[in-house]
């Protein structure tokens, strides 16, 4: 019995709530002590208007740093010089409505050339900018912090400040 190909716009939408969702998040630096963050719009599913370290759901049939590969061209319009596999998280949220996620999030350190990054998709960030660990904007996404402390002596050596 095959099995037919479940729609892909419900998917999307229930990655996380439905079944646990899972993402790639790239912490993208330029190799010199400043990474790359970007302001959340409010076109975006949740959390409108704060910063984050970017990312994006896995794709079927799509390894794990040619997402990362793919979801760096796409919004900051940038190449990737080098990735790092950091780590992995289980993010467990809730949505503005309430509504209980589940998330294992892959976490990638990636260099990149800062004079190639772009706000490639404005309809999805307001802004973007490259900060330290003592210029970071607020607010910050709700899973920043944690991230943040989980990675900061790795954090700290890649971008020179450990």
């Not at 319009?77 to 993010?91: C, E, L, P, T």
């Not at 999030?105 to 490639?120: F, G, Q, T």
């Not at 904007?137 to 954090?155: E, I, R, V």
Request: charged share 30%; hydrophobic share 35%; proline share 3%.
């Amino acid at each position: 019995m095959a099995l037919s190909k479940l729609n892909t716009d419900l998917l999307r939408n229930t990655k996380g709530t439905s079944f646990v969702g899972v993402g790639t998040v790239f912490f993208c630096h330029d190799g010199k002590g400043k990474f790359l963050m970007s302001k959340r719009s409010q076109k975006c599913r949740d959390e409108q208007g704060r910063w984050e370290v970017a990312g994006g759901g896995l794709k079927w049939g799509v390894t794990a740093e040619d997402n990362i590969r793919r979801e760096v061209k796409e919004e900051f319009g940038a190449s990737v010089k080098k990735i790092d596999f950091m780590g992995y998280r289980d993010v467990f949220r809730k949505l503005e409505d309430g509504t209980p996620t589940h998330w294992l999030m892959l976490d990638y350190a990636v260099e990149i050339d800062p004079s190639e990054a772009k706000r490639n998709e404005p309809e999805m960030a307001d802004e973007i900018g490259w900060f330290t660990f003592a210029t970071q904007p607020k607010p910050t996404h709700s899973q920043h912090k944690a991230f943040m402390n989980k990675y900061k002596t790795q954090l700290g050596r890649i971008l020179g400040n450990g």
